[in-house]
């Protein structure tokens, strides 16, 4: 009787577990959502006897399904059936859910076995995960193997049984060559995580994983090992047998077929000089870097190797420079020289390398006369031949030899030209920001002659960031060669603007003295007093901004005002431009003083103007210019 009315007492729950096996698949989520409820109600016996057959049918259901159940109960798994020493019964479960095609649910699986790991203190429970781990890794499905690889990667460095950890090591090796690319790739992947391994993994067998994997025949495992066995190469730096062995497919790497290979091995081409740099390698060695491989066994081979081949020793760094000097030559893809380029010239400017510039100086100068060959033969009217435009004239600044660049003058004038004129906005603004750059390198004389005509033409450019562009580029330069520069060379154009039929041109000229004011004022109040003509090419100034005071359009008025009041410093304390401070002038002289002309012109401004804006900003720089009252 008591077992009877112990089945009605869980008569409801069963019921829930019935609703889990719905064909109606919205029916069967709403009963894997208030799973944990069940499990908690039944308890940890009830959901090892109970709950968990009726999970592993739900394993074979549809994906969605299987992504609900996994973020559901995995979580909590563990508690619900009673802890890690209850472990071995979740095991199947977990097992199939690691070959399952949703990365996510498998992330889960593999978590919880991480987890049981951890905590199981019995050796044998961490062998039947060893067992399923070799399983996985030797599984029919490429995801089995991708759970397999990470689930032994972490078993590695534990504490298991040693036989175990060479097995599973040996199973990596073998996975780093299966026929499968996405277990490849996976490997690749996971190097820097078996590099974490060293010792315990040991170095020889990584040196055959990288090994395999940079020469691996498809283009996506070749670029996602090179971070991985870069990594490798700066952990075993020392071990020379190791470096040599892998040069030559580190060399290889930079005529790859593929051209995102290529890419990669040209970007990381810094790191690959550091970590080979002073290795003493033979010319036999690099062109026969797989006869101590080819035949293990064959004495006779391996001793008349060495007899046979070329073994003048190779400057690494040469030969890497002479690869890429070859590159520029025979590579088919444009972007190519784009990225010999930047690497090149960031390498000519880096410390660790400033020794061997000998060794870049003749690649800069043959990607200087391919830009003077492309400028000649097509112009710059392709972006991808601007993009490599834009290095090279960025580049300019970090060359000590720029006497042996400047043989291009005229071309890199002319390409400074395409620029300005075929070039989307983007690309001019980003162009302007280098000229700060050029000018350190060039100095003042040498820029101005040749690159202030094509700034003063980006003054008057239709875009307005461009302008705003060429106005912050002034200012940088006005801070480089100091303010007498702009004051002989750029103001002039500043004042022609003052006639121009367009008002934005006229806007540039007074944006541009607001925003040089700092520089300007610093300047006049050093040398002013020793410098009349200074002082006469300040009042000039200030009368090209009294003139705009009165110009048809109220955005004109209003920054001439918005720029009087930047120098009213100078207007109000500068005893150079103005004569008497505490008095109005007679009128028969009335250029004598600076404040009083400032002051009868916004007055004038102010009576005739109706932009309220322009007023107020009109009241404010009155009222600090006007004359102090004395009492009697």
């Known amino acids: 009787m008591e077992g009877l009315n112990k089945k009605m007492e869980y008569n409801p729950i069963y019921i829930l577990i019935d609703e889990l096996k719905s064909p109606e698949i919205e029916r069967k989520k709403e009963s894997i959502r208030n799973i944990t409820t069940l499990a908690i109600v039944l308890g940890p016996e009830n959901t090892r006897n109970e709950l968990l057959s009726n999970i592993t049918e739900l394993i074979e259901e549809k994906e969605v399904v299987l992504e ?14 009673g802890g890690v020493k209850h472990a071995r019964c979740i095991f199947d479960i977990l097992h199939n859910l690691s070959t399952r095609e949703d990365e996510q649910v498998r992330t ?25 781990s070799m399983n996985l890794l030797k599984g029919e499905w490429f995801t089995s193997k991708i759970s397999g690889l990470e689930l032994a990667i972490f078993m590695i460095g534990k504490d298991i049984r040693e036989n175990n950890k060479q097995k599973l090591i040996q199973q990596i090796i073998d996975t780093a060559t299966d026929n499968v690319y996405p277990v490849r790739k996976a490997v690749a992947v996971s190097l820097p995580k078996i590099i974490d391994l060293i010792p315990i ?4 067998f990584i040196k055959r994983i990288v090994k395999e994997l940079i020469t691996d025949m498809t283009e996506v495992v070749k670029t996602c090992s090179l971070e991985g066995a870069l990594l490798f190469i700066e952990k075993v730096k020392d071990d ?19 051209w995102v290979v290529r890419k990669s091995f040209i970007e990381n081409t810094k790191r690959i000089m550091s970590y080979f740099g002073d290795i003493n390698i033979t010319r036999d060695q690099i062109e026969n870097p797989t006869y101590e491989q080819a035949d293990q066994e064959d004495e006779f081979f391996k001793d008349n190797a060495s007899d046979q081949g070329d073994d003048t020793l190779v400057d690494v760094r040469k030969e890497i420079c002479t690869t890429l000097e070859g590159l ?8 190519t020289k784009k990225y010999i380029a930047e690497m090149i010239l960031d390498l000519s400017n880096s410390e660790e390398h400033k020794d061997f510039k000998e060794l870049y100086m003749p690649i800069i100068d043959k990607i200087y006369a391919m830009l003077k060959n492309i400028i000649e033969e097509k112009g710059l009217h392709n972006s991808e031949d601007r993009s490599f435009a834009m290095i090279l004239l960025a580049g300019l600044s970090n060359l000590s030899k720029i006497s042996e660049i400047m043989q291009y003058k005229e071309s890199l004038l002319f390409c400074c030209k395409e620029m300005l004129e075929v070039s989307d906005w983007r690309e001019k603004s980003r162009f302007l920001q280098e000229f700060p750059k050029i000018a350190g390198i060039m100095g003042k004389d040498e820029f101005t002659d040749v690159f202030l005509d094509l700034l003063k033409e980006s003054l008057s450019d239709r875009i307005y960031i461009v302008r705003q562009q060429a ?26 603007f003052k006639s121009d039929q367009n008002y934005l041109h006229r806007q540039t000229s007074l944006f541009c003295l607001q925003i040089l004011s700092t520089n300007l004022i610093k300047h006049f109040n050093q040398y002013s007093g020793m410098n009349q003509d200074l002082v006469k090419q300040f009042e000039g100034m200030i009368d090209f901004l009294i003139e705009n005071c009165q110009d048809k359009v109220p955005n004109i008025r209003f920054l001439a005002i918005q720029t009087l009041d930047k120098y009213k410093s100078i207007i109000l304390d500068s005893p150079g431009i103005v004569t008497n401070t505490h008095s109005i002038p007679s009128s028969t002289h009335p250029q ?12 004038l401004t102010f009576k005739s103007e109706s932009d309220s804006e322009v007023k107020t900003s009109i009241k404010s720089l009155h009222s600090f210019l006007k004359p102090p009252k004395f009492s009697k």
């Open 592 to 603: 004598s003083d600076t404040r009083t002309k400032v002051l009868r012109q916004i007055r």
């Open 201 to 204: 993994f040991p170095q020889e």
């Open 68 to 81: 609900l159940l996994s973020k559901t109960i995995f979580k909590d798994l563990l508690h619900f059936i």
């Open 108 to 132: 889960n699986a593999l978590e919880l076995f991480k987890f049981i790991i951890d905590e199981a203190k019995p050796k044998a429970v961490q062998d039947d995960i060893f067992e399923i």
């Open 328 to 335: 520029l030559e025979s590579d088919t893809n444009k972007m």
């Open 240 to 258: 020379e047998d190791i470096l040599i062995s892998l040069f030559p497919y580190f060399l290889d790497g930079y005529t790859d077929s593929f």
């Open 471 to 496: 106005i912050a580029v002034i200012n940088k330069l006005t801070s480089i060669f100091g303010a007498e520069w702009f004051l002989k060379t750029v103001i002039f154009y500043l004042y022609a």
